[in-house]
């Protein structure tokens, strides 16, 4: 069966909860389709706003981060539950800037995506090398550390329905998008990598977004490779490009 796309938006540390819903009425006529999954990972305090704004569309609506325990003194933290109790369906987990900037490491996105699954959460599994790793010729071993940790202990049937990000750090917020060869060379890597973990049903089954400087110029030729199942769309996505970038064929 073919997979069905699926193209993310990851708005970071940017818009207020008003900013939100202005921007959600703009994008919801644009980004109609039946394609392709679309959903929109805003900040936590835009998450309520968003699925207001977005009721009767499309839109699904994901978290950008979540904690691994279920309650408690974790001053700043996001529950599982708080996500699932208002309806949201995805959680990024483990973007290179939450690990850079958050010491997030591959155990605690292990930790995550587990929490993540128990609770019915499809998380957004993110990986990607930094240029110096690229330049040193392991980027492949990398990436496979990482998603090899990050699967560590769920099942094959939860796998199946998880979405795996990659991102090249030197790619991300730089303008310069990884080439189309780069970018499905890595994507079907990381789908051989399942494929070892799990089985071939497995890795024919997950699927596995390209992220970094995607815009409406590069997302058909980026889309169109038989590993990339849709991208992960951190600027363009604030901007009515991105009903373009959802409609790229
Ligand atoms: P840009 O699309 O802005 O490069 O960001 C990519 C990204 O980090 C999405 O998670």
Redesign the pocket.
């Known amino acids: 069966m073919a997979r069905k796309k699926i193209i993310a938006g990851?708005w970071k540390m940017n818009m207020t909860p008003s900013q939100t819903v202005e921007l959600i009425n703009t994008l919801k006529p644009l980004v109609a389709t039946e394609d392709a999954d679309v959903v929109f990972c805003v900040p936590a305090i835009d998450i309520i706003p968003a699925l207001e704004a977005s009721k009767g569309s499309n839109i699904e609506i994901g978290a950008e981060n979540m904690y691994y325990e279920e309650k408690g003194a974790y001053t700043g933290e996001i529950a599982p539950d708080m996500l699932t109790d208002v309806g949201v369906k995805y959680v990024i987990i483990g973007?290179s800037e939450r690990r850079e900037y958050f010491a997030e490491t591959n155990e605690t996105v292990n930790k995550k995506v587990l929490k993540a699954f128990e609770h019915g959460i499809t998380p957004i599994v993110c990986c990607g090398e930094t240029l110096t790793q690229r330049e040193q010729g392991v980027t492949m071993d990398f990436i496979r550390q990482q998603v090899k940790i990050a699967f560590l202990g769920v099942t094959a049937e939860q796998a199946k329905t998880a979405v795996i990000a990659y991102?090249p750090i030197w790619?991300?917020?730089t303008g310069k998008t990884a080439t189309t060869e780069q970018a499905q060379e890595v994507c079907c890597g990381i789908r051989k990598c399942i494929a070892e973990i799990y089985d071939e049903a497995t890795a024919e089954a997950i699927r596995i977004q390209y992220?970094?400087?995607?815009n409406d110029k590069t997302a058909p030729e980026l889309f169109a490779q038989p590993d990339i199942d849709g991208g992960?769309?951190?600027?363009?996505a604030l901007k009515p490009d991105f009903g373009k970038i959802v409609n790229w064929k």
């Open positions: 990851n973007h991102e790619a991300i917020g992220g970094g400087s995607v992960l769309v951190g600027g363009a």
